[in-house]
T-cell receptor, first 116, second 114 residues
Framework: DQQVKQNSPSLSVQEGRISILNCDYT??????FLWYKKYPAEGPTFLIS?????DKNEDGRFTVFLNKSAKHLSLHIVPSQPGDSAVYFC???????????????FGKGTKLSVIP | DAMVIQNPRYQVTQFGKPVTLSCSQT?????MYWYQQKSSQAPKLLFH???????NEADTPDNFQSRRPNTSFCFLDIRSPGLGDAAMYLC?????????????FGDGTRLSIL
């Protein structure tokens, strides 16, 4: 049973426009959410995160929004650039884990293509 | 500068022949993780070390073992690889596991089974 879902396997956006990547989760204990970016033949690279005490976090062109009541988060990239073309993974963790381990649960990823 | 380094990048082994994947880090992080990722799937955590303490995921097959001889290095041993073990194996680190921190990933080792 997938606890973190990225329902869009792929997304195409024109250069300069906004890219919106979505992620849904089912585990209400998740309290920390991250986005990773992955280029082919490379490992995932941390992009941006948000704690459940916030509903928005911004870093340059990247903004993550969290809607706890809907168990939904989204990543906005504006303006989109061709170099943003990659697979984006949503991940979540729960700090309640008794072992003290903030294990990440990943979605399957969304492949973003930014068209010049 | 690479901070989490995985070797080799590509590994081919024969069905049933033991194979070892390696990971090293220059971050001096306490926690090291091993993930398995199959095509179009989410990375799946196999196990992790907090310092020398080993934590195995409940559904990780016994075929998979790990060693961490020191802070910098961690190994993934697959004792008898089967065709279903062909995947990308990702190593990651984090400073500790008591706060909300991102994990830092290596570029992975792609394992093929003949």
């Amino acid at each position: 049973d997938q606890q973190v879902k990225q329902n869009s396997p792929s997304l195409s956006v024109q250069e300069g426009r906004i890219s919106i990547l979505n992620c849904d989760y089912t585990n209400s204990m998740f309290d920390y959410f991250l986005w990773y970016k992955k280029y082919p033949a490379e490992g995932p690279t941390f992009l941006i995160s948000i704690s459940s005490i916030k509903d928005k976090n911004e870093d340059g062109r990247f903004t993550v929004f969290l809607n706890k009541s809907a168990k939904h988060l989204s990543l906005h990239i504006v303006p989109s650039q061709p170099g943003d073309s990659a697979v984006y993974f949503c991940a979540a963790s729960a700090s309640y884990s008794g072992a003290g381990s903030y294990q990440l649960t990943f979605g399957k990823g969304t492949k973003l293509s930014v068209i010049p | 500068d690479a901070m989490v380094i995985q070797n080799p990048r590509y590994q081919v082994t024969q069905f049933g022949k033991p194979v070892t994947l390696s990971c090293s880090q220059t971050l001096n992080h306490n926690v090291m993780y091993w993930y398995q990722q199959k095509s179009s799937q989410a990375p799946k955590l196999l196990f992790h070390y907090y310092d020398k303490d080993f934590n195995n995921e409940a559904d990780t097959p016994d075929n998979f073992q790990s060693r961490r001889p020191n802070t910098s290095f961690c190994f993934l041993d697959i004792r008898s690889p089967g065709l279903g073990d062909a995947a990308m194996y990702l190593c990651a680190t984090s400073r500790d596991d008591h706060s909300n921190q991102p994990q830092h990933f290596g570029d992975g080792t792609r394992l093929s089974i003949l």
